[in-house]
């Protein structure tokens, strides 16, 4: 194929069930039962997920990031081999290798994602493959979940990486160390993953650390922060700022982070925690693929609370058809986020990774004020 992204699906029930299934041929079929094999990647220039059945020789109908449909009444042999909890890594999913060498730019401060000569970009190329279950209707309701804070004790980013499951999304922070293995592991487990930025907060005392990104401050001295954060791991979907409340609100120190952001083919996470952030306007001028969280699901860290949270979060995505929460790594928080998400697809909602809801706007000539 070109060397273009392709996949192979091998599905096979034993037993069969009394009214077996309607697969389509399969142009080798395997004498003795295979165990299901998927590989995928997302094309160059892809732009958004893409539902397919298998044709007569196999072969995906049509191309974009992965979405499986498993035929009615195979997927509690195939996809659930743990029927308790359908969303860890079914099929044997696995993600991109990373880094992958067309996307890697080599910088001042160490290797800097960048948009392929091909037209891949980071933002489709390390993405979680989503996979559909036969169970949820179509047009279920979609819930993205982002864990954040990964990176920094090495206890509770093992913990979130064991307990939750694949297509939560994980935030890594820039100070964490051995951040490339603990990066590696978590997408090993199926973890899409985002860079936290760090950026300046409404107090100007809580400045998180070295290279935080400053209001007022020379935007050369803010993209050089930008690369060093960039340079800390591989991977990446995309950035999320890690504070921000001064410095998302002011248009002429964040709009050119945004415009680098764009120009190397991730995408942005505004976690929600700033009311006057820019984000939404400022992405949408530069073309970038944006998600803000809908609900910042730990902002009262009361086990109540956060409970409450995900139901207004669940509630909001039957609204709307699809939502994001955010909670930061602790482990009261993780082990909520953790239950809930084990339950969604029982309720007859989809736990998708978070680039399955990032949407880019063409660019514009002016900023939202």
Do not use: C
Not at 78 to 86: E, G, L, S
Not at 186 to 211: F, N
Not at 213 to 235: F, I, K
Request: aromatic residues 4%.
């Amino acid at each position: 194929m070109g060397g273009r992204p392709y996949a192979e699906v091998v599905i096979q029930s034993d037993p069969p069930p009394a009214e077996p299934p309607v697969l389509p041929p399969l142009a080798s079929a395997p004498s003795q039962p295979a165990s299901p094999v998927l590989r995928s990647g997302a094309p160059p220039k892809s732009s958004g997920a893409a539902i397919f059945d298998l044709d007569a020789d196999a072969r995906p109908a049509t191309s974009g990031p992965l979405v499986l449909k498993v035929p009615q009444g195979t997927e509690q042999s195939v996809v659930q081999q743990d029927t308790r909890d359908i969303s860890r890594q079914p099929l044997g999913l696995s993600l991109t290798p990373a880094p992958d060498p067309r996307l890697v730019e080599k910088g001042r401060h160490g290797p800097l994602p960048r948009i392929g000569a091909d037209g891949a970009r980071p933002s489709e190329v390390y993405a979680r493959p989503l996979v559909s279950v036969a169970s949820l209707k179509a047009g279920a309701p979609r819930i993205a979940l982002v864990v954040g804070g990964m990176g920094l004790n090495a206890r509770a980013t093992r913990l979130a990486i064991e307990t939750l499951p694949g297509a939560v999304t994980l935030g890594f922070a820039p100070y964490g160390a051995d951040l490339d293995r603990q990066a590696a592991e978590a997408r090993e487990a199926g973890h899409e993953l985002l860079l936290q930025t760090p950026m300046e907060p409404i107090d100007k005392s809580a400045i998180p650390g070295p290279h935080t990104l400053l209001s007022g401050a020379e935007p050369a001295q803010n993209l050089d922060g930008l690369r060093w954060h960039m340079s800390r791991l591989t991977g990446y979907v995309g950035i999320a700022n890690f504070l921000g409340g001064r410095f998302m609100a002011r248009e002429p120190d964040f709009a050119p982070v945004i415009r680098e952001i764009a120009g190397r083919g991730l995408l942005f996470l505004d976690d929600g925690s700033s009311p006057q952030s820019l984000a939404p306007g400022i992405a949408a001028a530069a073309g970038l693929p944006f998600v803000r969280a809908d609900v910042v699901l730990d902002a009262n860290p009361r086990p109540e609370a956060i409970e409450a949270a995900l139901g207004r979060l669940e509630a909001m995505s039957r609204a709307k058809g699809a939502a994001t929460g955010y909670a930061a790594g602790l482990p009261g928080a993780m082990e909520a986020v953790a239950r809930f998400a084990r339950g969604l697809e029982r309720r007859g909602v989809a736990l998708v990774p978070l680039s399955a809801l990032a949407s880019r706007e063409p660019a514009s000539a002016g900023l939202a004020r």
